[in-house]
């Protein structure tokens, strides 16, 4: 056991350094201590979906700015309108419901996924662990969102009037992502959910094209993960391929 203090043993105190310290500065060392904050943090941002989801599922309907006194208080709607604006709550609470548990669970396997990862060294885990898992699991939670809103705009298209979103700010978060083509991809999705027997071709038409965009979405993302690793093979070749380059290189210069 390594004594803590200088010139003088305390047990207790070199207890703690042995027993706290050293393993602490052990795993800060060998980097399992970065795996572990990794796993720890995307473990909480699943329980961030589902605590979040539920509560903005509830918080939004009220208050000045909430669903039922924007939409379903105004008193320039017809009672057929606030029929659908009902209809749109209902279905949207339990869209938002389940959705918010998707995102939950898709989170909370990937983190394991991730856990189940053989750690190697921090360089290695970044580039063959996090770095393909984040990009799946980004679009995995896009895919999602998108869908969950492109499926209440059909809602609000069919009940005439409107449909509940509260997790639609979700959604721009992973839009804004800058992306090859996802400008374009974005231009189908939804930024508003409304409804109208008058214009239903357009509305339905916005959410079956969300609907396709979601799937164009998790391809695209699929598709980079991919490329990314097919771009680190390559990266992994020519560093294994380097000294086998060099030792001749470097004997034709001594024989010079």
Request: glycine fraction near 8%.
């Amino acid at each position: 056991m390594e004594q803590n203090l200088p010139y003088v043993s305390i047990g207790l105190i070199d207890d703690q350094y042995n027993n706290r310290v050293l393993p602490f500065l052990g795993k800060i060392d060998s980097g399992h201590l970065f795996k572990w904050f990794i796993v720890l943090f995307w473990k909480l941002a699943s329980y961030v979906f589902l605590i979040g989801g539920v509560y903005l599922t509830f918080k939004s309907m009220t208050g000045d700015d909430g669903y039922l006194e924007t939409t379903l208080g105004s008193e320039l709607i017809t009672g057929a309108q606030k029929a659908g604006g009902v209809i749109g709550l209902i279905v949207g609470i339990l869209l938002s419901l389940v959705c918010a548990w998707f995102l939950y669970s898709i989170t909370k396997k990937r983190a394991e996924q991730l856990e189940e990862e053989n750690y190697q060294s921090v360089l290695h885990f970044l580039s063959h662990a996090l770095i393909p898992r984040t990009i799946t699991l980004a679009g995995e939670l896009a895919f999602t969102l998108v869908f969950y809103v492109s499926l209440l705009q059909l809602v609000a298209s069919l009940d005439g009037y409107a449909a509940y979103a509260p997790l639609m700010d979700y959604m721009s978060v992973f839009l804004s992502i800058p992306i090859p083509g996802m400008e374009t991809v974005a231009g189908f999705v939804p930024t508003a959910i409304h409804g109208d027997y008058d214009t239903i071709e357009i509305t339905l038409r916005l959410a079956i094209g969300g609907m396709a965009a979601s799937f164009v979405i998790l391809l695209a993302y699929y598709a980079i993960r991919e490329v990314y690793m097919y771009a680190l093979q390559i990266v992994m070749n020519l560093v294994a391929f380097i000294p086998k380059f060099a030792i001749p290189f470097s004997i034709r210069n001594r024989q010079e």
